[in-house]
């Protein structure tokens, strides 16, 4: 089992910066690939990025070039550092991480950019 806690969540002005962090715990030790998605008011569940053990990096595209994914494999923990945050952003962001055929989700963390 994969137990994942975010953090760093908050409010911040437009065209701020925030960075999430999500550690895993749990038996497994270098989870597959790691990563975030959000959820606005209204809205489907949508990807933010993921990264794989080995360091591979996808994006969504309006996220390219604003938000960037890296992980500690050795600490499994995965970061999403946010700049030039836009009102649009606002949205809750969970952790996400996949395994060998089985997907476990955190408890997620609001952000919300204030205009």
């Known amino acids: 089992q994969v137990q994942l806690v975010e953090s760093g969540g908050g409010l911040v002005q437009a065209g701020g910066s925030l960075r999430l962090s999500c550690a895993a715990s749990g038996t497994i030790f270098n989870l597959n690939i790691m990563g975030w998605y959000r959820q606005a008011p209204g809205k489907q569940r949508e990807l933010v990025a993921t990264?794989?053990?080995?360091?591979?990096?996808n994006y969504a595209d309006s996220m390219k070039g604003r938000f960037t994914i890296s992980r500690n494999n050795a600490q499994k923990t995965v970061f999403l550092q946010m700049n030039s945050l836009k009102p649009e952003d606002t949205a809750i962001y969970y952790c996400?991480?996949?395994?060998?055929?089985?997907?476990?989700w955190g408890q997620g963390t609001q952000v919300t950019v204030s205009s």
């Open positions: 990264v794989t053990s080995g360091g591979s990096t």
């Open positions: 996400n991480a996949r395994h060998n055929f089985q997907t476990y």
